[in-house]
C-alpha cells in the first residue's frame, strides 16, 4: 500500500435522490443512495469501491465529480472542498479528476471521431499547443494501443474494447492526478477485461496515476487494489487493504461476497454461502446494522444498534458487533442455519 500524501478526503458523503408523490409532487420521501460515507484517497494509490449492485458505489462516483449534486459532506481534494466549487472553479479542475464510464457504446459521441474527442477535451483543459494538437492525441492514442492511423475514425469502426481504451486515453489526454473507474471493465469480455486491467496498471505507474476503482467483481479488484472500502445499501461496512481483506474479511457480507468468487481449481471444494432474503430498500433502511436481515449470523443486538468501526488491524476496520463481541472467527466459521452452501 502506498504511503503518499492524502490526494483526497470524503467525509460524511450523503446522496439522496427525492421520491415525489401526490398531485403536487411533493416529495414524499427519499432514496438513501449513499449515506454518510467517509474514506481517504492517497497519490498514487487504487482504492476500490465494491459490493453489490444499489449499494451506492456508482452514486459515490458521480457524487465526487460532481456529476449529482450531493445532500450532505465534504470532499477535500489537495485541501480543496469539491462540493463548494462554483461551476467555473469546477471547470478548471476537471482537468485534475477524470471518470471512465461502463458503457464504452453510450460514453464516445458517435460524431465525433476519435481525433476530434480527444481534441476537444485537451481545448477545454487548455494542454498543448494547437499546432502539435495531432501529435499529441497520436501520443495519447499510443499510450492506450490506439495507432495513428485510427485517429480519423468514428465510435461505431472499433470494438468494445477500442472503445473503452478511447475512452481511457480521452481522460488521459487532460494529465488528470485522480481518474475514477465506474466500472470501467465490467461490459468486456473476459480476456479483454485482462487487458484493459493490465493497461490501467501500466498508465498508472508510468504517469503516477490515482485510481478510485468501482466495481462489483471481487476478482477483478484482487488484482488491482491497494486499499478495499467494501459498502452495502449505502454504507460502508469494511474498509481494509487487500492482503488483509482476502485473507482474513473481518465482515460477514465481506466473507459472503469472497466465497462467490468463481475458482479456477477444479479440485478445490469450495463452500459459498448464499444470502437469502432480498436487499432491503434504501428507502426504508433497517434499524442497527443494515445487513442484519440477510446476516447467517446475526443476533439481536444487530438488529438494534449501529455499529461502529473496530479497527482489526493497521490496515483494516469493520463495522460489525459481530466481531466486536467475538462471535465469529472467519479462520474457523460456524455455518449457522441462516446460511446454504452451494
Sequence with gaps: MTDGKVLLEVQNLKQYFPIKGGILGRTVNYVRAVDDISFVVREGEVLSLVGESGCGKSTTGRSLMRLEKPNGGQAFFNGVDLFKLSKRELRNLRGDIQIIFQDPYASLNPRRTVYQTIDEAMTIQKIGERANRRRDVAEVLQAVGI??????????????GQRQRIG????????????????????????????????????????????????????????????????????????????????????????????????????EKKERIILTGDVPSPVNPPAGCRFHTRCPWAYERCSVEKPSFYQLGDAQSVACHLLQDGRVDFKNLPFENKATKE
Design 147 to 160: 495507432g495513428e492511423h485510427q485517429m480519423d475514425l468514428y465510435p461505431h469502426q472499433f470494438s468494445g
Design 168 to 267: 481511457i486515453a480521452r481522460a488521459l489526454s487532460v494529465k488528470p492526478k485522480l481518474i475514477i473507474c465506474d466500472e470501467a471493465v465490467s461490459a468486456l469480455d473476459v480476456s479483454i477485461q485482462a487487458q484493459v486491467l493490465n493497461l490501467l496498471m501500466d498508465l498508472q505507474r508510468r504517469f503516477k496515476l490515482t485510481y478510485i476503482f468501482i466495481s462489483h467483481d471481487l476478482g477483478v479488484v484482487r488484482h488491482i487494489s491497494d486499499k478495499i472500502v467494501v459498502m452495502y445499501l449505502g454504507e460502508i461496512v469494511e474498509v481494509s487493504d487487500q492482503k488483509a481483506l482476502f485473507n482474513t474479511p473481518g465482515h460477514p457480507y465481506t466473507y459472503t461476497l469472497l466465497t462467490s468468487i468463481p475458482s479456477t481449481n477444479l479440485d
